[in-house]
Every structure is written in structure tokens, then in C-alpha cells.
């Protein structure tokens, strides 16, 4: 499988971006955080590509600039999802593409996927305490807490950690989903000057006032 976004191709990790891979997992600040250990050299990238990698429903995150891989993204069932017609989304970008949207971006298409395709009817989400950029993205995609569980075990780091867990059901997505269709539709009649600043303001600060009220931005 292949998904795309406006800047973004998702598809199946393969052994020739070990480099790529290495290049970013061999960050501290990008893998522990996430509960992973960094990367030690390009051959262990290549077998984590064989290993981890190429579990069912994980894809590199690729600019459609150049095809490399800059991250990762998946859905798994080990932890918070149980049940068949449930995921958990996990994710990791490196670091010199942290703040520009990107990891939102691609998660946005993999909730589409998992809600329209899949069929999927929950999709869980959770960061160790002190990720603050993966807590940002859950909220800006629109998760809802659920729940905080103290001494998580994190196993490939040998420790334990709190963990924050959230959830994002398919009425949520749907909600969600509509907001931003309505947002996009406002930015196209502003553009072709089909309602004035003035009747765009108004209406943009009525959307935003009911995304507040339902958690979404």
C-alpha cells in the first residue's frame, strides 16, 4: 500500500534506506523519547528495516520531492489496541523536519485510511510523559485523553516511564474531519472572492469557536 498526502508519500520500508534511516534514528533526541534506542550504525538500521520496519501497516514517511524517507508511521496492536476493528498509531520524524507539520500530516491520511479503507472504529495514541512535540500532535489531530498510567515498562530501554494515552474513535474523526472540510471551504471562497474579509472573519471565528468547544483545532 501507498498513501499521499500534499507533501508526503507513505509506503513500505525497503532495505536500500538503511542510510536514510540511520541518518535520522541515530539521533538521541529522536528515538528514546519515543521509547526506542538510537541506531548504533547503518547495518543495524538495515536490520531494524527487516525487523520492526516491515511489520503489517508501517510505512516510511517520504518527501514527494525526493522519495527519501525522513520518519515513520504505523499502525500496531500491542499495547492499547486489543480488538480487531482497533489500531494504535505510532510515529517518529527526524529532527531536522520537527515543527513544520509533517508528522500531522501524514497521520491525518493514516486516521482517513484506518476509518475509511481498513474500517477500523478506534484508533488509540500515546507518548511517554515529557514528549511534549507527540503530545502536540494528538492534540492538533484531535485525540481525546483517555487515560495516564504510571510505571509503563519500556522494554527496549529497560526502564519505566508514565504513559498518557488517548483515543480517537470514528464519530471523533468524522467530527473532526467535517471541521476541517468547512475551514477549507471558507479559504476557497475568501481566495475567488465569493464573501468579502468581513464575511469570512465572522464565519472562521464561529468555526473556531465550535472546534474549541469540541477540542479540535
Known sequence: MILATNRLILRPWCEDDAEELYKYASDPDV????????????EHSREIIHT????????????KS???PIGSIGFHRRDLATSDDEYE????????YWGQGL?????????????????M????????????????????????YYRT?????????GETRTGHSNLMTRERWQKVNLFRQQKKLLDTFIEKGAITQAQYNKSLA????????????
Not at 478506534?122 to 502536540?136: P, V
Open 89 to 96: 498509531l505510532g510515529y517518529w520524524i527526524g529532527k531536522p
Open 121 to 144: 472504529n478506534r484508533i488509540w495514541c500515546a507518548y511517554y510523559d515529557g514528549n511534549e512535540k507527540s503530545h502536540r500532535v494528538q492534540e492538533k489531530l484531535g485525540f481525546v
Open 52 to 63: 520492526a520496519l516491515s511489520m503489517p501497516e508501517t510505512y516510511a514517511v517520504c518527501l
Open 31 to 42: 528515538g528514546p523519547p519515543a521509547g526506542w534506542p538510537t541506531h548504533k550504525s547503518v
Open 103 to 119: 508528522i500531522p500530516e501524514a497521520s491525518r491520511e493514516m486516521l482517513r485510511y484506518a476509518f475509511e479503507d481498513l474500517h
Open 206 to 217: 464561529d468555526l473556531i469557536r465550535l472546534m474549541e468547544m469540541q477540542g479540535v483545532e
Open 149 to 157: 498510567t504510571e510505571g509503563v515498562d519500556v522494554p527496549l530501554l
Open 66 to 68: 525526493d522519495g527519501k
